[in-house]
């Protein structure tokens, strides 16, 4: 194993405080692997807390900012944060106007979020939770029931964080997100495995022209193994399950993503591909191409597809001011 690192035992907390040293616009406790917006909580504002295993980065500390999190809680890698972390974030930005709690579909983030939310009433916060399942690639896997949540997380932060900056009550700032949750839908590909540090060794094995279509971000199977292809079929194949699963028409928001090792010039390679495969069906309104939910130094990607509304696409240009994602301030 080759990493830059000091110990795998300290991998979440010495990024954390490198996080801390690189942007003075968080608030990074060490001591809770929780990190706030400074200054948090704004009065009468929603607050947005999001949070799971760390090896996904940006997400989700990097997306802590102006337009999207109020706070973020991070797990040891691929690992979910437990319910004091979660408890300690939601207080912590907890303006009056409740808390919303953006939880991707896997077991564990599900159960802890569920607890620290009851945590939160008995205190007397208001707290809601909006569950991402936007994964067509299977409908169960070993961390989770149903679908899993990749992708959309972005997309659900951004425009739910959006719509809470304007002062929406916790009810639209809900609704919004289940909306985007389910407007929104994923697939993933990985050509490599990545290592979590405290494993030391690759999650599974791939030959040399071997790829996983539908593979998970914690390294979960796919659908099935196939040989390597060229971008245009690999490509097809993840816009065909995603298209047999949801209308693509009309105005969209496009991501190609990369999953932590992928050159830029080939995530690049993968949505022109994607622009063409879409030409003549649908417009790409919006996009990003870059590494936005990571696993580690997999090599791959991942294609997410979020249909949009006038109201959606106005909430995805308002301004945002992140580590991870930055515009129109």
Partial sequence: MKKLINSPDTVVTDALAGMA????????D?????????????????????????????????FVGYGMLDAACAGEVFTS???????????AVNGGAG????????TGDILNFAMAA????????????VVVNDDVAVQDSLYTAGRRGVGATVFVEKMAGALAERGA?????????????????????????????????????LADQEIELGIGIHGEPGRTRAALAPARDIVATAMDAIGSDMPLDGDLLVMVN?????????LYIAF????????????IARNLVGNYITSMEMQGFSVTVCRLTDALAELWDAPVETPGLRWGR
Avoid: W
């Fill in 21 to 28: 040293a690189a942007h003075p616009s968080l608030s990074v």
């Fill in 30 to 62: 060490l001591e809770n692997r929780v990190i706030t917006r400074a200054g948090a909580p704004t009065a009468g504002k929603v607050g947005l807390v999001s949070g799971g295993g760390s090896g996904h980065e940006p997400l989700h500390g990097g």
């Fill in 81 to 91: 944060p437990v319910p004091d972390q979660m408890l300690v974030a939601t207080k």
């Fill in 99 to 106: 808390v919303l709690h953006v939880v991707k579909n896997y």
């Fill in 118 to 129: 009851e945590l939160a009433d008995d205190e007397g916060i208001e707290v809601s939770s």
């Fill in 169 to 205: 009550p916790l009810t639209e700032v809900a609704a919004l997100a289940a909306e985007v949750n389910e407007r929104s839908r994923s697939f993933g590909v990985a050509l490599t495995s990545c290592t979590v540090p405290a494993a030391g060794k690759p999650t599974f094995e």
């Fill in 258 to 266: 990369g999953m932590g090792g992928t050159p830029l010039i080939e």
């Fill in 272 to 283: 022109d591909e994607v622009s063409r495969y879409l030409a003549g069906r649908a417009r």
